[in-house]
């Protein structure tokens, strides 16, 4: 049962171009959530989506970024005009429901450079 | 809104050790989730233990236990017999159960950096 996928593990952006971050839950799992972690510290809640629907984006930067997750394919967090300070890993995690008390299971995370 | 503090930026521990890692929390709600990931260098996150506020009972997971104060608002990770591989940042994370937005989120405390020494 493959776990939590995200790619690339890897992007290098320069200033102002754009990055797509992709995740693919777990088998089963209709709940991404996204988070930010700059270095040395912990985790950011960014935004929360059921299939076609965003349900809570109280984390998003209010511009530049934008998350989907379609009914077919992989969840997308979408960075426009990238500056120097989107530099930091983004994690995906999914769970089965987005009700109280299940874990959040984690991807390995995208670490994002911006140069 | 909900906090999460972890005082200690680094801890090191010898191995075979035992070593206790901090969390505090600040909230108004009564029932809630707790949280401690391990996030070793490869950077995957990995659950370690996980609290439900409502049972009186630490957890505990072989090596893992909990020290949970709800009255102090506590919840500290003790790793016995440490071992080489425990080396990684420890983060506790809290979630809560109440209405709202509220609980689709894990809120992270900084981290604690644990070093193993052989």
């Known amino acids: 049962n493959a776990g939590v996928m995200q790619n690339p593990r890897h992007l290098v952006r320069r200033r102002g171009q754009e990055a797509r971050l992709r995740c693919s839950p777990m088998?089963?799992?209709?709940?991404v959530y996204w988070y930010r972690q700059l270095p040395e510290e912990g985790l950011k809640f960014m935004v929360y989506l059921q299939k076609e629907n965003i349900i809570d984006e109280s984390g998003m930067p209010k511009e530049r970024f934008s998350a989907e997750f379609p009914k077919e394919g992989p969840s997308i967090l979408r960075i426009q005009q990238v500056v120097r300070g989107d530099s930091a890993a983004y994690f995906c995690?999914?769970?089965?429901?987005?009700?109280?008390?299940?874990?959040?299971?984690f991807g390995p995370g995208t670490r994002l450079t911006v140069t | 809104a909900q906090t999460v503090t972890q005082s200690q930026p680094e801890m090191s521990v010898q191995e075979a050790e035992t070593v206790t890692l901090s969390c505090t929390y600040d909230t108004s709600e009564s029932d809630y989730y707790l949280f401690w990931y391990k996030q070793p260098p490869s950077r995957q996150m990995i659950l370690v233990i996980r609290?439900?506020?409502?049972?009186?009972q630490n957890a505990t997971e072989n090596r893992f236990s909990v020290n949970f104060q709800k009255a102090a608002k506590s919840f500290s990770l003790k790793i016995s017999d440490s071992q080489l591989g425990d080396a990684a940042m420890y983060f506790c994370?809290?979630?809560?159960?109440?209405?709202?937005?509220?609980?689709?989120?894990?809120?992270f405390g900084g981290g604690t950096r644990l070093m193993v020494k052989p």
């Open positions: 994370a809290y979630r809560s159960l109440g209405g709202g937005n509220a609980g689709n989120m894990l809120t």
């Open positions: 088998k089963g799992h209709s709940h």
């Open positions: 609290q439900e506020a409502y049972k009186q």
């Open positions: 995690a999914s769970s089965p429901q987005g009700t109280r008390g299940y874990e959040q299971y």
